[in-house]
T-cell receptor, first 112, second 113 residues
Framework: KQEVTQIPAALSVPEGENLVLNCSFT??????LQWFRQDPGKGLTSLLL?????REQTSGRLNASLDKSSGRSTLYIAASQPGDSATYLC???????????FGTGTLLAVQP | EPEVTQTPSHQVTQMGQEVILRCVPI?????FYWYRQILGQKVEFLVS????????KSEIFDDQFSVERPDGSNFTLKIRSTKLEDSAMYFC???????????FGPGTRLTVL
C-alpha cells in the first residue's frame, strides 16, 4: 500500500531565505506527482505536476524534482516571501485510476 | 481560467440525515474524484468516476455513499445517513486525461451534529 511522508512537519524561515521541502513515497510505481498549496480552511491549489518520466519541473520561484527510483521528491522555494506561508502537500498518482495519495503536509511560515 | 466549483461551502446536518454535495467539474474534463479531509488529518481518496461509472473506490466509500453525474455538468456525492465521523471537508477534483493535473474545488465543509 502506497504511503507518502513529508518532512519537516513544520518550518519557519525568515523572508528571503531559500528552502527545501521533502516528500517520500514507498512504492515507486507512480504515474506522476503533484505539489499543492493549502491555505487554512481552503481548497488545494496545484503548484507543479511532475510526470514519472520527468526529473524536474519549474514554475517561477518553485522547482520540484523527482527521483522515482528512490521514492523521493523535493520542492525548492527560492527567495521566500510572507505570502508563501501555507501548508504544502505532496501527492502521488497511484493505482488503476491515478487517484492521489497525499502526505501529511509541511506547514511553512515565512517571517517578515 | 476554468475552475472546479462546489456547493454549498458549508453544510450543517443532523446525524442520520441525507446530504448531497454538489460539484461542477471543469467542462472538458473526463475524470472525476471525491476526497475528504478530516480536521487535522491527511486528504483521503474516496472515489473516482469515469465514463459514467465508478472506476475505483476506497474502503471509506461504503454503502452509505453514492455518486452521480445526473447531467453533463454536475457531479454529486450523496451520504445517505450521516454519522458524526462524516464531519470533514469534502473536495471534488477533475482532470482532462488520465495523467493530467488534478484540479480541486474549494471544498464543502460538512458538520454532522
Amino acid at each position: 500500500k502506497q504511503e507518502v511522508t513529508q518532512i519537516p512537519a513544520a518550518l519557519s524561515v525568515p523572508e528571503g531565505e531559500n528552502l527545501v521541502l521533502n516528500c517520500s513515497f514507498t512504492d515507486s510505481a507512480i504515474y506522476n506527482l503533484q505539489w499543492f498549496r493549502q491555505d487554512p480552511g481552503k481548497g488545494l491549489t496545484s503548484l507543479l505536476l511532475i510526470q514519472s518520466s520527468q526529473r524536474e519541473q519549474t514554475s517561477g520561484r518553485l522547482n520540484a524534482s523527482l527521483d522515482k527510483s528512490s521514492g523521493r521528491s523535493t520542492l525548492y522555494i527560492a527567495a521566500s516571501q510572507p505570502g508563501d506561508s501555507a501548508t504544502y502537500l505532496c501527492a502521488v498518482a497511484d493505482g488503476a485510476t491515478n487517484k492521489l495519495i497525499f502526505g501529511t503536509g509541511t506547514l511553512l511560515a515565512v517571517q517578515p | 481560467e476554468p475552475e472546479v466549483t462546489q456547493t454549498p461551502s458549508h453544510q450543517v446536518t443532523q446525524m442520520g440525515q441525507e446530504v448531497i454535495l454538489r460539484c461542477v467539474p471543469i467542462s472538458n474534463h473526463l475524470y472525476f474524484y471525491w476526497y475528504r479531509q478530516i480536521l487535522g488529518q491527511k486528504v483521503e481518496f474516496l472515489v473516482s468516476f469515469y465514463n459514467n461509472e465508478i472506476s475505483e473506490k476506497s474502503e471509506i466509500f461504503d454503502d452509505q455513499f453514492s455518486v452521480e453525474r445526473p447531467d453533463g455538468s454536475n457531479f454529486t456525492l450523496k451520504i445517505r445517513s450521516t454519522k458524526l465521523e462524516d464531519s470533514a471537508m469534502y473536495f471534488c477534483a477533475s482532470r482532462r486525461t488520465s495523467t493530467d493535473t488534478q484540479y480541486f474545488g474549494p471544498g464543502t465543509r460538512l458538520t454532522v451534529l
